[in-house]
């Protein structure tokens, strides 16, 4: 995945909020193609697993709670330098700074309900992108 594929998750606070279409669309109006994508639900474990990285932290069980609470969107997507592309489209983690026209700015409630994940590195995209999806949901 390194360099042209990243990660995202529309997080449960955008799809109940009935966001999951106008984020696809900026999404799209970004460049991205998607090449796997799925409404899914996780558990409380599986949140859990993903965010394990988090685990010292004092929001890892509130952050596990919220990601369990509901279902989200999981994609994986592709484009030229598609990590740092992505995070720029989808706007400092706390939507009172983020930019104008951003993902978060547009669609975000606060700081931990932020509408969108999007991984941090490339080696991130991967392991991510491996944790939602087998090899045969991935389509080039």
Do not use: C, W
């Amino acid at each position: 995945m390194a360099d042209n594929r990243t990660f995202t998750m529309i997080k449960p606070d955008a799809v109940k909020a009935g966001h999951i279409g106008a984020i696809l669309a900026k999404i799209n109006e970004g460049g991205f193609r998607i090449v796997a994508m799925k409404l899914t639900q996780l558990s409380n474990e599986k949140a859990g697993e993903f965010y394990a990285v988090h685990k010292e932290r004092p929001f890892y069980g509130e952050l596990v709670e919220f990601m369990s609470s509901g279902p989200i969107v999981a994609a994986i997507l592709e484009k030229d330098n598609a990590v740092e592309d992505f995070r720029k489209l989808i706007g400092a983690t706390d939507p009172s700074k983020a930019e104008p026209g951003t993902i978060r700015a547009l669609y975000a409630k606060n700081i931990g309900e932020n509408a969108v994940h999007g991984s941090d590195s490339d080696e991130n995209a991967a392991i991510e992108g491996a944790f939602h999806f087998a090899g045969v949901e991935v389509f080039a």
